[in-house]
């Protein structure tokens, strides 16, 4: 398994744990809205990646993720995999 | 001598500089705050007006479009277009609005909603494929976001622009959450009226500091914190709204750390703190500094004063130091307050009783600092805070459904307010173009859509008769989504109502009243929910009922809040109820899918 889907692993348990859904419902194309999450809970979404990747994010940087596929390229590239 | 525009106020800061009245940006990479004086900050912007002025098309009553994500580069591109006689419009980011595609529409809609295409103002660091789906007929001007930069700066506007008093400062967006376009008008005269008005309520000194991480455009962020401070000549702590989610504590060591004695925020503020802050944090933090916490919000709930209170109290904070208000974006922002020297009241009503022209049923009436309000049982009484006495220049009566003054007290009716802070108007949002793009309020009271009462000399917030949601701080105008529900179920939006179940309780259920409506079968159901507007607020339940379900005027007009007091009490006669939680719509796109 690569680094890349590695964090794509983990980013859909946070997202299932938070939304509730089902991990195997969740495809690296969702929406983050589709997946019930408003912009409040999307705000505590990225403080818990923050947590789990021990990464700072910015505003700008949390603004440009639409997609779980958009989180990963944005943590693979902040940790530098 | 008193300013009477804000570029007075900024001209005034230019000729008095001073390293301690500052604007204090978190910087969340150094974890520290950059300060920038209002002298500083007022030469830069002057500078970046003259930058609007060399643009094609010019800027004297242009309107300038500001979409930044940092507070810094939000307030060099308002201060500058005001400088030069341009309008700013302040817009929420993707963060707030849930996608990159809801502030390219807003982007597009107001771009070209006046007679010159407005100008859009971005920070550098926005991404290309953003900046791509920009109209090629908007142009753009990017601004850094970094206090600590190079700047080039001016002493003077960079135009000679002198607005008068009654002249626009800024277009103030409303239910800003919301893909709804609805903006205030507010002029220089509205701002001066309000913060100098706000000071004196609160018999404040010349010393005072202030921490806030509301966004910048929302009324509350922008008047009440970031031009009221720099209006007194306040330092100001200023976080994003996303930094503050992330950690709350953060905002509450910056009043720490800076001494400072004045604060603001909803009820969704004060409630993630008393939730969130750890009790290490607790016991370290010293807010005995804090002399003003101010609360607003419709209503202002009297469990998160309770919360706050009792979490706090080893801090420093007392009942006394929360001070409940009442405003909107049409009165500038502060409308009432409740008086600095006594602790804020609050009365229990027999929920039944609050309706218009109806007396109301005080059960109790108790202080902050009551031991008695341990025993108020939320499930028999409503529990409702004052929300003070009017501002210097405001005057706030109560009249009926007709719009007829209601003189008795206690009795309930909807708010009207008359007086200088009252805005100049709504923004007009049809023909794009028109010279005039105001629709000005009519001289005389204007109607707030909150429902109150007058007690004992103070107005009490009882419910909302306008149909907006409020969640987490943010507005959210329920009409857009009634009309999107509408297209979706090919029905009138008139038949269409969605309301919150008891906006006393902010995890209650958002439900949709679907008025005309036979049952769905489950494949309709399936469709329904996967192509409801994923962008809205969370709706929790959609009732599909028969005709005339829907509480109206007797001139035909939806009665939200009276949905809401028929829900309470199981008085919806409906013949399906759909769950639209997130593992329903889930569920509903697999089976969509399968289907396909």
């Known amino acids: ?81 | 001598m008193q300013s009477s525009t804000l570029l007075e106020v900024m001209a005034q800061h230019v000729a008095t500089p001073d390293d301690d009245k500052a604007l204090h940006c978190w910087n969340g990479a150094s974890k520290s705050y950059d300060p920038v004086s209002y002298a500083t900050l007022s030469r830069r912007a002057f500078a970046f007006g003259a930058r609007l002025v060399s643009q094609p098309g010019g800027a004297d009553q242009r309107v300038v479009m500001i979409a930044c994500h940092t507070p810094y580069a939000t307030l060099l591109a308002f201060y500058g277009a005001i400088s030069v006689g341009a309008i700013p419009m302040i817009f929420p980011m993707p963060l707030s609005l849930g996608s990159h595609e809801a502030l390219t529409e807003r982007i597009k809609h107001w771009g070209f909603a006046f007679a010159q295409p407005a100008l859009l103002v971005l920070e550098q660091d926005l991404t290309e494929r953003f900046h791509e789906e920009i109209p090629a007929q908007i142009d753009v001007l990017r601004v850094n976001a970094d206090p600590t930069g190079d700047w080039d700066s001016l002493s003077e506007s960079a135009n000679g622009h002198r607005p008068l008093p009654a002249d626009v400062a800024f277009y103030q967006t409303t239910s800003s959450s919301t893909g709804d376009h609805k903006a205030v008008a507010i002029s220089h005269g509205n701002i001066i009226a309000n913060v100098v008005g706000i000071r004196r309520a609160q018999k404040m000194s010349v010393q005072e500091r202030m921490a806030t991480w509301l966004p910048l455009f929302h009324d509350m962020g922008l008047v009440g914190t970031v031009l009221f401070s720099f209006g007194n000549n306040y330092p100001l702590l200023i976080m994003t709204p996303t930094q503050f989610v992330k950690r709350p504590a953060l905002w509450l060591k910056g009043m720490d750390q800076y001494r400072c004695t004045i604060a603001t925020a909803p009820n969704f503020g004060f409630d993630y703190c008393t939730r969130l802050v750890s009790d290490k944090d607790v016991a370290t933090l010293d807010l005995n500094c804090v002399k003003h916490l101010f609360i607003g919000a419709e209503p202002i709930r009297v469990s998160t004063v309770q919360g706050f209170v009792d979490k706090f109290t080893p801090c420093g904070i007392s009942a006394q130091t929360i001070r409940p208000a009442y405003g909107l974006a049409e009165s500038t922002i502060i409308t009432t307050m409740t008086d600095p020297e006594s602790v804020s009241n609050f009365i229990c009503l027999e929920a039944d009783s609050i309706g218009i022209n109806e007396p109301l049923k005080i059960l109790d009436r108790m202080t902050f600092d009551d031991p008695k309000m341990l025993a108020y049982d939320a499930a028999k009484a409503i529990a409702v805070c004052s929300a003070g006495t009017q501002i210097e220049g405001m005057t706030v009566e109560i009249v009926d459904e007709q719009g007829q003054l209601i003189e008795r007290q206690n009795v309930a009716g909807e708010i009207a307010i008359s007086g200088t802070s009252v805005a100049l108007g709504y923004v007009f949002d049809g023909e794009a173009g028109r010279a005039d793009p105001i629709d000005r309020f009519p001289e005389g009271r204007l109607r707030t859509g909150d429902m109150g009462a007058i007690v004992d000399g103070e107005l009490y917030i009882l419910e909302r008769i306008k149909n907006i949601v409020i969640r987490n701080g943010e507005n959210f105008l329920v009409s857009a989504l009634e009309e999107q529900l509408a297209e979706l179920l090919s029905i009138s939006h008139e038949h269409i109502a969605v309301f919150e179940s008891n906006i006393h309780d902010p995890g209650s259920d958002i439900v949709v009243l679907v008025e005309r409506h036979a049952p769905l079968d489950d494949d309709a159901v399936n469709n329904l929910l996967v192509a409801m507007p994923k962008e809205a607020f969370p709706i929790n339940k959609i009732l599909l009922s028969k005709a005339r379900e829907i509480p109206r005027t007797t001139s035909g007009k939806k009665r939200h809040f009276y949905c809401r007091k028929l829900y309470q009490k199981d008085g919806i006669n409906f013949q399906q109820q759909i769950d639209v939680s997130p593992q329903r719509i889930m569920q509903a796109m697999n089976a969509v899918a399968a289907a396909d």
């Open chain 1, 1 to 81: 398994m690569t680094d890349s889907q590695q964090i794509e692993q983990r980013i859909k348990r946070i997202i299932a744990d938070k939304t509730k859904l089902d991990e195997a419902d969740l495809h690296a194309g969702l929406n983050l809205e589709e997946s019930g999450l408003d912009s409040f809970a999307r705000i505590e979404l990225i403080l818990v990646i923050e947590e789990e990747f021990d990464i700072e994010l910015s505003d700008s940087e949390s603004a440009n993720v639409a997609t779980i596929a958009d989180i990963v390229t944005l943590i693979a590239a902040k940790v530098g995999t």
